[in-house]
């Protein structure tokens, strides 16, 4: 029945809502988990386990129809206490039950939809927000006094050594036993200073990184290896001290010795530094050109939107007006300030100025290019980023007339070749507009696109020399010629020959030679020369195009039948393609026919006639350069790693320290790429590390380092090299007698 379809719709609307309470509960505390330990894992467990609390909480499948009934009788009178009748089959009720069912269903169908089901919904949303809020000052308070956001500082890496070389069992190893990493970012930034036990170090670009170590035992030396870059420690009491200023990324280890020689080494770590981005600067709601009569009101108010990572320090308009054209053109800039004060150190700001042009000194036919420029804080030099340029016009109220002269240039394409861009704005216009318009408006406006589609058609026609009177080519029959033939033999004259264009006959467009009568004695001989001569009074031939261009705007025309065909049958999504195809070649052939006005070409050195054609050549000499070029052959080092891990995998030869020397000058060649893609050459690096600690020195472990080092390097370029000669007796025969004969 109607009704119980209701009362069921009510039913798991009340569901619905319960299982939407739980779902914002879970989102609310897996966010907080979160944003608390910076670890996924943990937030979508978070979001898991409070999901199946709320659930289980809320117990959504639990409300069934009759808990729908109870609610209905309650806070609907119209249900009069009989909403529960909606659920009974009619053969079971009696007629009087009947009457009742059909009473209430009749009354409660109006009224039902609008009732809300119990929830709260409002509570569970308030939760969530607060609970993401909770997170994120959870979050910054760990990450501002030191601690970290996933977990204690012991569970972060920290650094270890191995030995290099097979050590005694009496041989006591110094133990670091602990590590602290100060970054002290740049003063602009105004970030704390950050103390880690991570060796991964990420941080801003210009920032002072200290690295202090304290070993347990007897240490004489301590050194950093950086890309290849040796940096000793300084010792200070107990502790090594180092400290560098970030300036680029890369990955390092650290080595130390002990009291009796022998070397250690540690894991390969990175250094990663972080740029500190220019500023954003955008402009709104002001159009990239803008154009002003004599006589309106010359102002400009610009909108600014400028933000920064760390703070932006300082902005402002650079303004050029351009006076006069051509050679006498003449620029002047000036440095507009804003009126508002611009705090420093602030991360967003908006900025409006007005601009005045009539202040700017702007006459008719000058143009003002302008755009902002805003600076940052970073020192020692800032960072610098600007808007896109915007331009202002005084339209000029002095219409020149040119002519042309000589062998001077013009630009021989029409105002109309930027129409049909119209066209595609108005076409896209209609089709977003079609939902809200009548369906005869609609026609109506995509019959007239069609006929606006025609005329552009028809100018391109007029361009190209179609539909042109014009005398017809050299030894070809006229028109006119022949329809007065024909009309002589018929004996009557057609009256409308006057007015209109015979574009009926069999032969329209003279695709065949017509010949006279064989007894016509004034047929004119045919021009031995036709076939040789460009005739301009040819309308195919008198176009301003060459062949290629004449053949892309046939192609044109051809694509625009097409848009207008669908614009006629009202299809105007249809017609779009059409329409940008035909824009496309339009827009080429106005790039490749365009013609400049000045012409510079080769100008060549003036010729002393004396010496003109006299055959001299003494004085002439030609140019010969030869230079020699020594060939370097890209990853040389890696090359021959791999060259030598094969050597030891077979145990031709053992471990030394020319193959320690040669592998850190592999992985420095990797390094420069691994910076860019650390996921593809992080695990070779780490695999060439690990082959200075003795304890890796295995074939496994030597033939799994080949293997990504194979896997990495790139292939080997083409080496220029001097072709070889195949020279056979005869041929050196050959060449002798050449000689003799010189």
Known sequence: MMGAASIERFQKRWQQSKYMEALLYAIGFGGFVYLLTHNL?????????????????????SISSKNAVDYIDAHLPQAGFSSGLLLSPSNELSDLSKLQQFRVAS?????????????????????????ILLGLAGGFILTRYGGSPGGNSSTKKQITFAPKDSLSSATKIP???KTTITVQYPNYTRKSILNTTDPNIKAVQGSNLIWNL?????????????????????????????????????????????????????????????????????????????????????????????????????????????????????????????????????????????????ALKMDPGDELYFYVEALDQKTPSPNVARSETYFAVIRDTV???????????????????????????????????????SE????????????????????????????TEMQAAAGAVSHEQGEAD????????????????????????????????????????????????????????????EKSLKAKLRD????????????????????????????????????????????????????????????????????????????????????QAISRLETLSQGKKTFDANDSALFVDAGNELAQKAISQPLKYIKVLQGLRDLEKAANRSKENYMEVQKGLLSVLPPMEDIPMKKTRYDSEINLLYLKELGVYE
Request: charged fraction near 30%.
């Open 41 to 61: 894992f943990y937030g979508i467990i978070g979001f898991m386990v409070s999901a199946g609390i709320a659930l289980f909480v809320l117990k959504p499948w």
């Open 107 to 131: 009354q409660l169908e109006p009224v039902l939809s609008r009732l809300k089901p119990p929830h709260n919904i409002f509570k569970a949303t308030l939760v969530m927000f607060g609970l």
């Open 175 to 177: 133990e670091l036993i």
């Open 214 to 358: 304290e070993f347990d035992g007897n240490v004489q030396a301590v050194r950093m290896d950086l890309m290849g870059e040796r940096i000793d420690f300084t010792k200070r009491d107990a502790s090594y001290q180092l400290t560098k200023n970030l300036e680029a990324s890369g990955f390092y280890s650290f080595t130390f010795k002990d009291a009796n020689g022998n070397d250690y080494v540690s894991d390969l770590y990175s250094l990663e530094m972080v740029k500190d981005e220019p500023p954003l600067v955008q402009i709104e709601g002001l159009d990239s050109y803008s154009y002003f009569e004599f006589d309106d009101d010359e102002r400009l108010m610009l909108n600014a939107n400028i933000s920064d990572d760390f703070g932006i320090d300082d902005a402002y308009i650079i303004a050029t007006v351009s006076k006069g054209s051509g050679e006498s053109v003449k620029f002047r800039e000036e440095t507009i300030r804003f009126t508002k004060t611009i705090p420093k150190g602030n991360k967003q700001m908006e900025l409006q100025q007005p601009l005045d042009l009539d």
């Open 399 to 437: 219409t020149d007339m040119f002519a042309v002269e000589g062998n001077l240039g013009v630009d021989l394409m029409p105002d109309y070749f930027r129409s049909q861009r119209q066209l595609i704005i108005d076409t896209e216009k209609l089709i977003a507009e079609k939902p809200n318009i």
């Open 440 to 467: 005869k408006d609609f026609k109506f406006r995509s019959n007239e696109l069609g006929f606006d589609q025609k005329q552009l058609r028809l100018k391109y026609g007029q361009f190209m020399g179609d539909e």
């Open 486 to 545: 024909h009309g002589s033999e018929e004996g009557e004259a057609d009256l409308l020959d006057e007015y209109s264009h015979k574009h009926d006959s069999d032969n329209e467009h003279n695709l065949v030679e017509e010949h006279g009568h064989e007894n016509e004695e004034t047929e004119e001989e045919e021009d031995p020369l036709h076939d040789y001569l460009h005739n301009h009074s040819d309308p195919e031939e008198s176009t301003l195009f």
């Open 556 to 639: 044109a025309l051809n694509i625009m039948w097409d848009a207008e065909l669908h614009l006629r049958l009202y299809e105007p999504e249809k017609s779009l393609p059409f329409q940008y195809d035909a824009l496309a070649i339009i827009q080429e052939i106005k790039n490749s026919a365009r013609i400049y006005v000045h012409r510079i070409g080769f100008d060549p050195p003036p010729i002393k006639e004396e010496n003109r054609l006299s055959g001299d050549v003494e004085n002439i000499t030609n140019y010969d350069k030869r230079q020699e070029f020594e060939y370097q052959k890209s990853f040389a080092s890696t090359r």
